[in-house]
């Protein structure tokens, strides 16, 4: 059974009504992940024992109305801490690592007796946007096999993707769950900084980190997103205001007259490749014949320089995030170490990858004596200004679009030499969490055959604007539903 | 301001991160690093006199919980976690850099 198009409201019904057990649901989903995994590889860890036994005791204690998840496979991005469950960050560093407690939002999953099929790919601590940082392999586009998937969700939104689940946990710093959102044709939703508990979401920037869903709908999405949301006291920048029922709007009066949508000419310049320009441009008009109302004649001029004040400042954070990893409580030792001094250096030197050096290095960088004022301080000003500019447009806009990334997939191995294009495939992601706004990315259309996602931002804790227009566009486009051929017939 | 990073600097940021390079390391994350500090350095071209700075995005501020202690015993899990223990507590090699014989 593929996942590609299956609605979560039918499937609890099909489940209640016991048309389908979660054990034979859950089968059906292990034996996609085993069609389609050796060639995608978005899993690190099956937990697939554990989720059999799980699902047989959810269908003896029957599906209880008021639990939408019961007895639904998900996954979830390795780096989000599950008890019991190894929890690697794709990372050396953590290879045998097992959590002794649950995320909240685990926790919370756990609360409607989901089941976890497992812990998907990433690039490692979620730095990077391919997945090719991951110390254990690198996860495959299921669009093209010799592609990127995306990062650092990459996993999750592969596993969406190739019809393996619904959904899937993806974490956003800088795009995490946007970017390969966008290059999988699938629905990625970062929330409101603060909507959604980062506790036992393993740090990186922690002004920046969100956890979020990539699913296979907006309305899939919506559901998933409120259960996961609201405050807790182990985060106390989680935000205690009442969560929405984004989904119940979701129906056939939904609709966008009306609605005004700034498209920021640095959205779409010189930069933005023709065939994704295309793309959205057709979006928006798209958009427009719905009965929005597009308003181009917008700037955001500090939009240029997201990417290197983003790089200041959420590598600062990791270089302090990452300070624990010292080869003492938990993580990596180097088996050669002889001195407290030496399992600290060679535990860290020999436990994390290129690219985590790179990000501790600038980070430690800005942060030291003599460049904090010019690095670190002039970065979070620019914050400030980037921050304005979305505040400035907003104020008299519902909502902001442009493409999710400049580029559709890259192929594997043609970028990972040069961490600064890298960085740069962030420009339009990136700006948005330096914000803490929402933002989504929906399938708009494809270049060359490889997905092109719509870049949907919005306003603080107005997830559900950005539902409403999402919706709408997927049941008046049938771009959602093309899938990729991949592993087995039907 | 130097935009360039040398070696001798990389050097040290990596001695305060807890981190070590080899020489054909140095010699690789050097340049990807200065080109990545010179594009930092666009942030110099804009004007930032009065722009207050931005640490988070978030709107709450002195959060309040009730103190409520929790019984925990989860001593054997963690020490699972652990890479050396001896005798239910977490080993580390001998924390004086000392060069006489140590004795273990």
Same mark, same amino acid.
Do not use: C
């Given at each position: ?40 590889? +978005? &899993?690190? #860890? ?5 989720? *059999?036994? @799980? ?6 204690? =029957?599906? %209880? $109305? ?68 991951? +110390? &254990?392999? #690198? ?5 093209? *096999?010799? @592609? ?6 990459? =996993?999750? %939104? $592969? ?332 | ?104």
């Amino acid at each position: 059974m593929k996942f590609n198009e299956t609605d979560l409201t039918q499937l609890h019904e099909d489940l209640q009504t016991k048309k389908i057990s979660a054990k034979e649901l859950t089968k059906a989903a292990f034996d996609r992940i085993k069609e389609t995994d050796d060639d995608v590889k +978005a &899993f690190i #860890t099956l937990n697939e024992d554990e989720a *059999l036994k @799980r699902a047989e005791a959810i269908d003896n204690e =029957g599906i %209880a $109305a008021d639990k939408l998840l019961a007895g639904v496979p998900l996954a979830v991005k390795d780096n989000i801490v599950t008890k019991g469950l190894k929890t690697t960050a794709a990372s050396k560093m953590l290879e045998n690592f097992t959590p002794i407690y649950d995320a909240t939002v685990i926790e919370k999953l756990n609360a409607q007796d989901f089941i976890n099929v497992g812990k998907t790919n990433l690039d490692e601590f979620a730095m990077g946007g391919s997945t090719e940082n991951s +110390a &254990f392999f #690198t996860t495959h586009n299921p669009w093209d *096999l010799t @592609r990127v998937p995306g990062g650092s969700s990459g =996993g999750s %939104a $592969a596993a969406v993707a190739a019809g393996d689940v619904i959904g899937a946990l993806g974490t956003d710093t800088g795009g995490s769950i946007r970017m390969p959102s966008s290059y999988n044709n699938v629905v990625g939703l970062k929330p409101t900084y603060g909507r959604v508990s980062r506790w036992g979401a393993i740090a990186f920037g922690s002004s920046f980190d969100q956890i979020g869903w990539i699913t296979n709908s907006v309305k899939n999405n919506a559901l998933l997103t409120e259960i996961i949301s609201g405050q807790d006291d182990h985060d106390m920048t989680s935000s205690d205001r009442q969560v929405p029922n984004w989904a119940a709007s979701l129906n056939e009066n939904t609709n966008v007259k009306g609605l005004r949508i700034a498209v920021p000419k640095e959205y779409l310049d010189e930069g933005i490749q023709p065939g994704v320009r295309a793309v959205i441009n057709n979006a928006l008009k798209h958009f427009e014949e719905l009965g929005a109302i597009i308003d181009t004649d917008v700037s955001m001029p500090h939009t240029k320089y997201g990417v290197p004040a983003y790089y200041i400042l959420a590598s600062s954070e990791a270089s302090s995030n990452l300070q624990r990893y010292d080869g003492i409580r938990y993580g990596f030792r180097a088996p050669d170490a002889k001195t407290l001094e030496e399992v600290y250096v060679k535990s860290r030197t020999q436990g994390f990858g290129d690219e985590v050096k790179r990000r501790i290095m600038l980070g430690t960088f800005s942060l030291s004596a003599g460049f904090y004022d010019a690095y670190f301080n002039k970065a979070a000003k620019i914050r400030t200004l980037i921050a304005q500019d979305f505040a400035n447009v907003l104020k008299d806009h519902d909502l902001i679009m442009g493409p999710t990334g400049a580029n559709p997939a890259f192929e594997i191995g043609s970028e990972i030499a040069d961490p600064k294009t890298m960085y740069m495939n962030d420009i339009l992601t990136v700006p948005v969490n330096m914000a803490g706004l929402p933002a989504m990315s929906l399938p708009a259309g494809f270049d060359n055959g490889l997905p092109v996602g719509l870049h949907i931002i919005g306003k603080a804790f107005d997830e559900q604007t950005i539902y409403n227009a999402g919706y709408v566009f997927e049941q008046t486009t049938d771009f959602h539903k093309q899938m990729p051929k991949l592993g087995g017939q039907d | 301001m130097a935009s360039q990073i040398d070696q001798q600097q990389v050097k040290h940021v990596a001695e305060l991160a807890k981190l070590e390079f080899n020489d054909a390391e140095l010699a690789k994350f050097t340049p990807q690093l200065g080109s990545i500090i010179d594009m930092f350095e666009e942030l110099q071209a804009q004007n930032t006199d009065g722009v207050e700075p931005m640490y988070s995005p978030t709107d709450r501020v002195n959060v309040m919980r009730e103190d409520v202690a929790v019984k925990s015993n989860e001593r054997e899990a963690l020490l699972k976690n652990a890479p050396d223990t001896e005798g239910g507590l977490i080993k580390v090699p001998a924390i004086m850099d000392d060069e006489s014989e140590d004795g273990e």
